[in-house]
């Protein structure tokens, strides 16, 4: 089975700064990963698909990239809104999850 | 747009089953696009997927819950649904359906979550 690993578990970060997210596969998943936010007592949303591509709506601070077994998640500017709690996806595994909390 | 509900009893007893059902409105669930899927999350723990089934009715399952699982569809009511086995503490957790886009295999759409604890 193919294993997903984020770093960090935890991140503090303050609005405005640059944040960067990374998930490593276990073997090569291609572009076949998906990044999802969470927040307290709600579902996962999707905010990237395919390693890259931008769901719908989703604002554009919001970008992934990588390919084969490591990927990234970039917020640009942090937004108060953006505190939450990410995961990264593939197929039916996903990462331990990055909670972002405010510095 | 397809949205997705969860129902089912909030408090089960531990060895009993547990049993939930996902509506789907906005959307057939025989149309194809999507797997239909059953994910878990324990208090304060990660996202766990429990299985799948597709409109044919094929399914796949988590190994670790396999023995415990099923996932079926009724597509009269569009619905699918949850049963887990011998339920133990260790069950507790929200439990979400979503739907699995075919193709691009990401869970577009999430239900609510429903909160399940096994307690006698």
């Known amino acids: 089975d193919i294993q997903m690993t984020q770093s960090p578990s935890t991140l503090s970060a303050s609005v405005g700064d640059r944040v960067t997210i990374t998930c490593r596969a276990s073997q090569s998943i291609s572009s076949w990963l998906a990044w999802y936010q969470q927040k307290p007592g709600k579902a996962p949303k999707l905010l990237i698909y395919k390693a890259s591509s931008l769901e719908s709506g989703v604002p554009s601070r919001f970008s992934g990239s990588g390919s084969g077994t490591e990927f990234t998640l970039t917020i640009s500017s942090l937004q108060p809104d953006d505190f939450a709690t990410y995961y990264c996806q593939h197929q039916e595994t996903f990462g331990q999850g990055t909670k972002v909390e405010i510095k | 747009q397809v949205q997705l509900q969860e129902s089912g009893p909030g408090l089960v007893k531990p060895s009993q089953t547990l049993s939930l059902t996902c509506t789907v409105s906005?959307?057939?669930?025989?149309?194809?696009?999507?797997?239909w899927s059953w994910i878990r999350q324990p208090a304060g723990k990660g996202l766990e997927w429990i299985g799948r089934?597709?409109?044919?009715?094929?399914?796949n399952y988590n190994p670790s819950l396999k023995s415990r699982v099923t996932i079926s569809v009724d597509t009269s009511k569009n619905q699918f649904s949850l049963k887990l086995s011998s339920v133990t503490a260790a069950d507790t957790a929200v439990y979400y359906c979503?739907?699995?886009?075919?193709?691009?295999?990401?869970?577009?759409?999430w239900g609510q979550g429903t909160l399940v604890t096994v307690s006698s």
């Open positions: 089934i597709y409109t044919s009715g094929s399914t």
């Open positions: 979503a739907s699995l886009a075919a193709g691009l295999e990401t869970f577009d759409y």
């Open positions: 906005g959307g057939s669930i025989s149309s194809g696009s999507y797997y």
